[in-house]
């Protein structure tokens, strides 16, 4: 009982009231995922004369986290879909458009705009680069136009990237969701897989990493849909309680490794095997994959219970705190130790990194969550910060 009533200081506060505790575990293992990578990529670099032996496979390992971002796109599409699904397909309410794109501005600008101010604060006090040349670099981050503009991630948080494919989304999602206003399950969710190979097959063939949609949602715009197939299958099949089954623990525990080595040969094959006809049968392979081990999420009774697990969810709750700051404490952390040398060896090397890193990264998030991030969660907190304001001049 005590560590729940700690863990609620941490919990996210949703505006349906209504709380899908697998969803915060699968955010739990995106941003896991993607800190590692962070982590691995610091370990690398703090190795500049290359001196380092062993970890190959933990390099292979850990660099797929990369694609944790992309697994973030699902859950944003389910997350986004539901409502705009709930009222097609269950005849509820219908979406406010005003309320939906007031709640994003409201719940997502204010951590985000404020860790951008800081870390260009901190890029030009502490790291002394030049005001003149970043600044335009935080307008355009700002404005979500930065990969647009510079077909590049931000210099002041690269990980802004996504968070930019992510507010194209937020904008397209009210015209997207007219797909479940299509009566016949089978062709609707057969479009939804329809559009989804053929956008995944577009981005194999056509898009390149110096084409102006490499880092917008014209690459990765088969992940959210997919997100829009999960809210279907929920609300429909399993009318938002699904039941378990120990299969489902199979496809999880089978699942899991092998999307690691898809995204494995992913990377392998490179840019040099854009064009193979093997590129792209992964490819499209993989996103289908995912979509199979989030229905497992929800199903299986063994794997369901680390998704469910208080702390899990809680840490997977704070993930938008985690994904903004992580990075810059990340590079902090690994300056400040890369004169230590630790060992020679990489594998060891990755692990005392993590020891140090991981619980920074956990408290700095947790504290930015709690004073930032979860207050902005309240859907009526300009209101209660207007009616401070006044109160306190008055």
Not at 260 to 276: R, T
Not at 288 to 316: D, E, K, S, V
């Amino acid at each position: 009982m005590k560590s729940r009533g700690f863990l609620s200081r941490f919990s996210r506060v949703t505006t349906s009231g209504k709380f899908i505790s697998e969803i915060d575990g699968l955010r739990f293992i995106a941003i896991g995922i993607v800190v590692l990578f962070h982590i691995g990529a610091s370990a690398i670099f703090a190795d500049p004369t290359g001196t380092l032996v062993g970890g190959r496979w933990l390099v292979y390992i850990v660099r797929e986290g990369a694609h944790g971002v992309e697994l973030f796109f699902m859950i944003s599409g389910f997350i986004l879909a539901l409502p705009f699904a709930s009222h097609a397909l269950k005849e509820k309410p219908q979406v406010n458009l005003r309320k939906y794109f007031l709640r994003r501005l409201t719940r997502l600008e204010p951590p985000y705009m404020l860790a951008m101010f800081l870390f260009f604060l901190m890029a030009v006090f502490l790291k002394r680069e030049n005001w003149n040349e970043l600044f335009p670099h935080l307008l355009a981050s700002l404005a979500y136009v930065h990969n647009l503009v510079y077909k590049a991630a931000s210099p002041i948080n690269d990980v802004a990237w996504s968070l930019e494919v992510e507010i194209q989304f937020y904008l397209l999602v009210p015209l997207l969701a007219g797909v479940f206003f299509i009566k016949r399950k089978w062709i609707r969710r057969g479009l939804i897989v329809a559009v989804s190979i053929v956008s995944t097959v577009h981005a194999w063939l056509f898009i390149g990493p110096a084409d102006i949609s490499y880092l917008t949602i014209v690459r990765f715009i088969q992940f959210f849909l997919l997100g829009f197939l999960l809210a279907d299958v929920y609300l429909t099949d399993w009318n938002s309680s699904p039941s378990m089954g120990f299969g489902w623990d199979v496809i999880s525990f089978l699942g899991w490794p092998l999307l690691f080595l898809v995204w494995n040969e992913l990377d392998s094959s490179g840019i040099a095997g854009h064009a193979s006809i093997w590129w792209g049968v992964i490819s499209c392979s993989y996103p289908l994959i995912a979509f199979f081990l989030y229905l497992a999420a929800f199903r299986g009774p063994i794997f369901n219970r680390f998704f469910t697990n208080p702390w899990i969810t809680t840490l997977g709750g704070m993930c938008y705190s985690i994904y903004l700051i992580h990075n810059h404490i990340i590079g902090v952390i690994e300056r400040a130790t890369r004169h230590l040398a630790f060992t020679n060896s990489y594998v060891l090397n990755f692990a005392i990194e993590s020891v140090i890193i991981i619980p920074a990264i956990v408290i700095a998030s947790s504290i930015y969550f709690a004073l930032i991030e979860k207050p902005c969660m309240r859907s009526d907190w300009p209101q209660r910060a207007y009616a401070r304001v006044l109160q306190f001049f008055m």
